[in-house]
């Protein structure tokens, strides 16, 4: 697929640069895992997008600048949330849902699917993922959907 055509072909849609093979080994030795191909695909070509405040997150490029949200946001929450290593983040909604893609430390899977999982406050008062449910059967049916979310929307 190519993505950033398909992002290109709406004007309300956000987009940084795409990632280098360096900027996506960077990803994978920081959280210990091997990107799917087709997320790596995403990564070069648009390297991350939102429409309003729904991200996919990735890498967020600009001239002079780099940043991981998918680093940092993945760490995060595998600390305070205990967030297994077989997923990586691609958006969170704060204390309330996070959208998930299954990964693999072992081998690089072609795709795999997508998850989402509720995040609540038990009655301890302390914050949990509950069990990941599949929401798309690949990436790309993720993406589908998020370009849906940003059409719906004009």
Same mark, same amino acid.
């Given at each position: 697929?190519?993505?950033?055509?398909?992002?290109?072909? /709406?004007?309300?849609? @956000?987009?940084?640069?795409?990632?280098?093979?360096? !900027? +996506?080994?960077?990803i994978?030795?920081?959280? =210990? +895992?091997?990107?799917?191909?087709?997320? %790596?695909? *995403?990564?070069?070509e648009? =390297?991350?997008?939102?429409? =309003?405040? %729904?991200? +996919?997150?990735?890498?967020?490029?600009?001239?002079?600048?780099? /940043?991981?949200? &998918? %680093?940092?946001?993945?760490?995060?929450?595998? @600390?305070?949330?205990?967030? /297994?290593?077989? *997923?990586?983040?691609?958006?969170y909604?704060?204390?309330e849902?996070?959208?998930?893609?299954?990964?693999?430390?072992? &081998?690089?899977?072609?795709?795999?699917? &997508?998850?989402?999982?509720e %995040?609540?406050?038990?009655?301890?008062? +302390?914050?949990e993922?509950?069990?990941?449910?599949?929401?798309?059967? /690949?990436?790309?049916?993720?993406?589908?959907?998020?370009?849906?979310?940003? !059409?719906?929307?004009?």
């Open positions: 697929m190519n993505y950033l055509r398909r992002l290109k072909q /709406s004007g309300e849609f @956000e987009y940084s640069l795409g990632a280098n093979a360096d !900027e +996506i080994k960077h994978e030795d920081e959280l =210990g +895992i091997l990107l799917p191909e087709v997320y %790596v695909d *995403f990564l070069s648009c =390297g991350s997008c939102n429409y =309003g405040d %729904v991200y +996919i997150n990735g890498i967020y490029k600009e001239e002079g600048s780099i /940043s991981y949200p &998918v %680093v940092t946001l993945t760490k995060q929450l595998r @600390e305070d949330l205990h967030l /297994s290593e077989d *997923f990586i983040v691609l958006h909604e704060v204390d849902f996070l959208t998930l893609y299954k990964v693999s430390n072992r &081998v690089r899977l072609k795709d795999a699917k &997508v998850f989402g999982a %995040v609540c406050c038990n009655d301890k008062g +302390i914050f993922i509950y069990k990941p449910t599949p929401m798309f059967d /690949s990436f790309d049916a993720y993406f589908e959907d998020f370009l849906a979310l940003g !059409e719906e929307e004009e």
